[in-house]
């Protein structure tokens, strides 16, 4: 089955511009998840949605926002963008059968989208 | 808060065994994941321990001790493809997606 792809794969943006990125999750995967990954802070989680809710939110600022829709993809976008946002933004989903699942849930990620900003 | 503690980098020789280590400190701990990263690729899935005790998968195998916020990844019969990031990886009560993650311990293997 296909795993979790994610567009674009690379971009490069300047200062102030915003930025959406899209992911598509594993089929029957009803949670995402998106993480930005850095050299110096390694992988940091941003947010999770599941069945269109966000169910969980990391310590970033409101610039950056998501969303899922009916069919459980997710885009995420980060508006006037800074140099610090510079980064390869992961998405995961995983298989959670009610919001409160308290199982292992393995998650799986995509490529990533790496994002220079300039 | 919650704080997860691996060395940044190891040298180990192929064919050798290496132990990753992973320390933690946080509340509402329910669960501990390893990941694999190979440099410009995503991270893959290796191991996941809830209840003290060791689990073996193959050449791979993974321990943890609640008690002592501790896990280690235990690689044997290294390879030159198992050069790549260990991530080790805490889950927070039942919030579903949030994983806390180390910063990761880059592993090279020599011949």
């Known amino acids: 089955k296909a795993g979790v792809t994610q567009t674009p794969r690379y971009l490069i943006k300047t200062r102030g511009q915003q930025v959406t990125l899209s992911c598509s999750p594993i089929s029957g995967h009803r949670s995402v998840s998106w993480y930005q990954q850095t050299p110096g802070q390694g992988l940091q989680f941003l947010f999770e949605y599941f069945s269109e809710t966000q169910r969980n939110k990391g310590n970033f600022p409101g610039r950056f926002s998501g969303r899922q829709f009916s069919n459980s993809r997710s885009e995420m976008n980060v508006s006037t963008l800074e140099l610090g946002d510079s980064a390869l933004y992961l998405c995961a989903s995983s298989y959670q059968t009610s919001l409160f699942y308290s199982g292992a849930n393995v998650l799986t990620f995509g490529a990533g989208s790496r994002l220079t900003v300039l | 808060g919650q704080n997860i503690d691996q060395p940044t980098e190891m040298t180990a020789t192929e064919g050798a065994i290496v132990q990753i280590n992973c320390t933690y400190q946080t509340s509402g701990f329910n669960g501990l994941f390893w990941y694999q990263q190979h440099a410009g690729e995503a991270p893959t899935f290796l191991s996941y321990?809830?209840?003290?005790g060791l689990e073996e998968k193959g050449r791979f195998s993974s321990f943890l001790s609640r008690s002592k916020g501790y896990s280690y990844l235990l690689l044997k019969e290294l390879q030159m493809k198992d050069s790549a990031s260990y991530l080790c990886a805490i889950k927070v009560g039942n919030q579903g997606g949030k994983l806390i993650f180390g910063q990761g311990t880059e592993l090279s293997v020599k011949p």
């Open positions: 321990n809830v209840l003290d």
